[in-house]
């Protein structure tokens, strides 16, 4: 049981380059969202999902898509990259909203340059 | 709108002494409360909410509707406290509200 995995560990990005952050739960969890945490800003919900084919908003979510194929994948796109976005990214997952814990991934460190 | 606040940055303690971490929230509706923890290198977890009303690793945690606090505690700090510690509120959709996190440092 690996619980949540992210990938890539780290990337670096030059300004207009897109790319996927990976995020995978393997616990059967319907619940599964994206933050980004900035010094001094705490995390940031990005993009959530209630299940298989349901997305949403979260308060920052300019820049970025989701989509939710499967229970296990929730892959975060950055369509055009921003220095704006160098964060670090964290994917979560709970069995339902109902759940009161959320498990969180080891997080992805995004540079653009 | 709802909102957590977390006054402290940093939180610099010796060991053995007590250390209270403040939240404040703004909600309209029943909140739901949480204290997430992040050691050096470990991931973000879990590590008390409030309808539990447990004290897990010595630390307690008191919802203050009137007050609306929800300020962490522990009588006698330990080295191994050291960590970011960010306060959540959690809104009736499930999705969670992190306040911007205070970093511990208990000194020996």
């Known amino acids: 049981n690996a619980g949540v995995t992210q990938t890539p560990k780290f990337q670096v990005l030059k300004t207009g380059q897109s790319m996927t952050l990976q995020c995978a739960q393997d616990?059967?969890?319907?619940?599964m969202s994206w933050y980004r945490q900035d010094p001094g800003m705490g995390l940031r919900l990005i993009h959530y999902?209630?299940?298989?084919?349901?997305?949403d908003q979260g308060e920052v979510p300019n820049g970025y898509n989701v989509s939710r194929s499967t229970t296990e994948d929730f892959p975060l796109r950055l369509l055009s990259a921003a220095p704006s976005q160098t964060s670090v990214y964290f994917c979560?997952?709970?069995?339902?909203?109902?759940?009161?814990?959320?498990?969180f991934g080891p997080g992805t460190r995004l540079t653009v340059t | 709108a709802q909102r957590v606040t977390q006054p402290e940055k940093l939180l610099s303690v010796f060991k053995g002494a007590p250390v209270e971490l403040k939240c404040n929230y703004s909600?309209?509706?029943?909140?739901?409360l949480f204290w997430y923890v992040q050691y050096s290198r470990q991931r973000l977890q879990l590590l008390l909410r409030?309808?539990s009303r447990e004290s897990i690793k010595g630390f307690t945690a008191d919802l203050n509707k009137g007050e609306t606090s929800f300020h962490l505690k522990k009588p006698f700090a330990q080295e191994e406290d050291s960590a970011m510690y960010y306060c959540a509120l959690r809104d009736s959709w499930g999705k969670l509200q992190f306040g911007a996190g205070t970093q511990v440092v208990v000194t020996p």
């Open positions: 909600y309209s509706g029943s909140p739901e």
């Open positions: 616990m059967n969890h319907e619940y």
């Open positions: 979560a997952s709970s069995y339902s909203t109902g759940a009161y814990e959320q498990y």
């Open positions: 999902s209630v299940g298989a084919g349901i997305t």
């Open positions: 409030h309808i």
